[in-house]
């Protein structure tokens, strides 16, 4: 019997699992997955035997509609983190793809378009 105390509970969840995901990666490649970007499945999961079962979940969940990163996140029950490696180690698959969210300072401002409608109405 080992009466030394341990460093972690029963509660800490599983310790390895998370660094096996990711092969050891902390970070995701420098392509930048925002929360918001929706992810797209390119291919049927069942066309690569070689992918693992969280990245075979993304293309699943991904195939029925395109979800966002932080919703892939919750439903994989994933960290942010583990997450987004997968999601950029399937972009680099050709298994997804990535739309981002179109930044606020890329939308017209209400005076310009209104500016537009004005111009089509005096044709």
């Known amino acids: 019997m080992n009466d030394r105390p341990s460093w972690y509970d029963e509660?800490?969840?599983p310790l390895v699992r998370l660094y096996a995901l990711t092969r050891g990666r902390a970070r995701p490649s420098?392509?930048?997955?925002?929360?918001?970007?929706?992810?797209?499945?390119?291919?049927?999961p069942s066309r690569d035997p070689m992918l693992s079962p969280e990245q075979a979940a993304v293309?699943?969940?991904?195939?029925?509609?395109?979800r966002s990163v932080a919703d892939l996140?919750?439903?994989?029950?994933?960290?942010?983190?583990?997450?987004?490696?997968?999601?950029?180690?399937?972009?680099d698959y050709g298994h997804i793809r990535v739309t981002r969210p179109v930044r606020?300072?890329?939308?017209?401002?209400e005076r310009l378009l209104q500016e537009v409608i004005n111009g089509l109405r005096a044709l």
């Open 11 to 13: 509660q800490a969840g």
């Open 59 to 66: 293309l699943t969940l991904c195939r029925i509609r395109p």
């Open 30 to 44: 420098p392509v930048l997955l925002d929360l918001l970007s929706l992810v797209t499945a390119e291919n049927d």
């Open 73 to 91: 996140a919750a439903d994989l029950d994933l960290p942010l983190g583990v997450t987004r490696v997968i999601l950029t180690d399937l972009l």
């Open 104 to 109: 606020p300072v890329d939308i017209p401002d």
